[in-house]
């Protein structure tokens, strides 16, 4: 997996707590992204960081922040967490190439 | 919206036989054009790309074809096997400094013995 690695892999929460989830690369890459992926939909993107303290928000942000304060982690957090916002979040690293390096994904149920 | 239109949503093919996904992009602000392949409860990896200067790319079994002008690309599975059954993603990834990926929604393909 590149050197990323994605925690917690399974989380179940409740309808309006705050959740975080974490991801962490040994890579150095520069790049760092966060993705759902519903059925229907491939993957879309959330929040994208280029460096440290450097994010911006991707096409269905409404609900995510991030933070990314060293270059080998990137936090999405979400706020109040909804049912809709259960899915199955990756994160990817790209270095200053094309290639995206996926990590194993957080599979996030919202009861 | 989905800038990037991916089809069919799922295919099954037989041991042997080619299986084709294609994909068309509205944008013309893309790139690279890469394709991805996803086994259940894995994250997706890259299996082949291409840029819109070449109008295809070979590797393996796997071809990518790329018609600029009409802003589609297509992956083709020469001799598919029983472990290409997967999810297969089409992508294009901004010109911008960003560099952010469009993906399209994905094809199942399942391989029949």
């Keep these: ?111 | 919206q989905q800038q990037v239109k991916q089809s069919p949503q799922s295919l099954i093919v037989q041991k042997g036989g080619i299986s084709i996904i294609n994909c068309a992009y509205e944008n013309t602000a893309f790139d690279y054009f890469p394709w991805y392949q996803q086994f259940p409860g894995k994250g997706p990896a890259l299996l082949i790309a291409i840029r819109p200067d070449v109008s295809e790319k070979k590797e393996g079994r796997f071809t990518i074809s790329f018609n600029k002008s009409a802003k589609q690309f297509s992956l083709h599975i020469m001799d598919s096997q029983p472990g290409d059954s997967a999810t297969y993603f089409c992508a294009a990834k901004t010109t911008d400094s960003w560099g952010k990926f469009q993906f399209g929604a994905g094809t199942q393909v399942v391989v029949t013995p």
């Design chain 1, 1 to 111: 997996d590149a050197g990323i690695t994605q925690s917690p892999r399974h989380k179940v929460t409740e309808t309006g707590t705050p959740v975080t989830l974490r991801c962490h690369q040994t890579e150095n890459h520069r790049y760092m992204y966060w993705y759902r992926q519903d059925p229907g939909h491939g993957l879309r993107l959330i929040h994208y960081s280029y460096g440290v303290k450097d994010t911006d928000k991707g096409e269905v942000s409404d609900g995510y922040s991030v933070s990314r304060s060293k270059t080998e982690d990137f936090l999405l957090t979400l706020e109040s967490a909804t049912s809709s916002q259960t899915s199955v979040y990756f994160c990817a690293i790209r270095d200053l190439g094309e290639t995206q390096y996926f990590g194993p994904g957080t599979r996030l149920l919202v009861l």
